[in-house]
């Protein structure tokens, strides 16, 4: 038990093993150079999880028996990774439901297959456009995602399965967000399961003037359309697109924790690296947060440690400062970076857009057994 003393309030938190779900950026690695992306501009060396360091993760969550899903995603591409398909084989075959974050582009119908196969539970594919208007700042080409789409869900027929679960992630920008409902009216016609998503995070001034979160357009017309389309047999996951005063973490009420591909324990993919944001049009740095790492301490010491255990219990309580909307975040230094916030906390999460829920990413939903 950890007992924290707030004002006069004692605070006690059970050291639980109740990580639910564990993401693993296998490597940081890419196959693609997309613009949008803040691999682009981050200040982070480049490298693969080896496979030892993988199977010891691997054995260090079987002390969790809460844990629903081990998620490779992170990042970088996890297909890139020269023992991927391994590393999938060896986490289905330990027990664990299995997810998947791809550009899509290294999925072979080799690969496909064998994935339908071992029963992966969720697929998310990223998605720039449809092709009735591409984008400019992206590089995943719409036909490449489409095709793969109509491949899976051809072997998936074959095999008699509904598995994995098909997702398709999207980044709403200036050039996008008119085609909302098409999208999803678009996606209709494929066997998908979801379509999430989410809104840009801006990594330079140039991208900044894309995004469409702060008032600049009017997107209600488009929302509307993509709710009326939404009714297709999948889910729809929307993110905010204005400020609003309810706010959640997705990684801490999920329990989610992320390892990087050095084994660096990370609570969320924001705190994974270093690199530039700009949030409503201001600058700031993100400095990457460990909370230990593997290859000293078990993943269990880790998830209940003293400082994660307090990280978790503030954030999902909100003790600390909304910097986004403060009156006073144009005159003060600590928006400048994550480092720190005005009520003590390291790191903050004061400014973060994945907290506002403007920013999404595909952390699971299970209902009924199944992954969505």
Request: with cysteine; net charge negative; proline share 5%.
């Amino acid at each position: 038990m950890h007992i924290f003393h707030l004002d006069e309030v004692e605070i006690r938190i059970p050291r639980n093993p109740d990580m639910r779900y564990l993401f693993l950026e296998i490597t940081n690695r890419c196959n693609l150079k997309c613009e949008m992306c803040f691999k682009q501009y981050w200040e982070d060396e480049e490298g693969d999880m080896s496979y030892e360091l993988f199977e010891k993760i691997l054995n260090d969550a079987k002390e969790f028996p809460e844990l629903r899903m081990i998620y490779f995603g992170g990042i970088g591409e996890p297909t890139v990774h020269p023992r991927f398909m391994d590393m999938v084989e060896v986490t289905k075959s330990s027990g664990f439901a299995v997810g998947i974050s791809t550009n899509g582009f290294l999925l072979t119908e080799e690969r496909m297959e064998r994935l339908v196969e071992l029963g992966v539970d969720l697929l998310y594919i990223s998605l720039d456009s449809i092709p009735i208007q591409p984008t400019e700042i992206g590089h995943i080409m719409p036909g490449v995602t489409l095709h793969r789409l109509e491949k899976m869900a051809r072997i998936k027929k074959m095999y008699g399965t509904e598995l994995p679960h098909i997702g398709v992630e999207i980044v709403i920008t200036k050039e996008n967000y008119m085609l909302m409902g098409k999208i999803a009216e678009y996606l209709a016609k494929y066997d998908i399961n979801s379509l999430l998503l989410s809104n840009l995070v801006p990594i330079t001034e140039e991208h900044a003037k894309l995004i469409v979160y702060d008032g600049s357009v009017d997107v209600e017309p488009y929302l509307d359309e993509l709710y009326r389309n939404s009714y297709s047999g999948f889910l729809v996951r929307v993110p905010e697109f204005r400020l609003r005063t309810e706010r959640h973490c997705d990684f801490v009420e999920n329990k989610v924790a992320v390892v990087r591909w050095d084994g660096e324990v990370a609570p969320c993919y924001r705190f994974l690296h270093i690199y530039p944001e700009y949030v409503l049009g201001r600058q700031k740095k993100v400095y990457a947060h460990s909370f230990g790492n593997v290859k000293e301490k078990t993943l269990r010491e880790i998830w209940t440690s003293r400082e994660y255990s307090w990280f978790r219990f503030a954030v999902k309580n909100a003790l600390f400062p909304s910097c986004t909307d403060c009156p006073l975040v144009n005159a003060c230094s600590f928006v400048q970076d994550t480092r720190a916030d005005c009520w003590a906390n390291q790191p903050s999460c004061g400014d973060c857009l994945w907290w506002r829920k403007i920013v999404q990413c595909p952390i699971p939903i299970e209902m009924n057994g199944k992954f969505w």
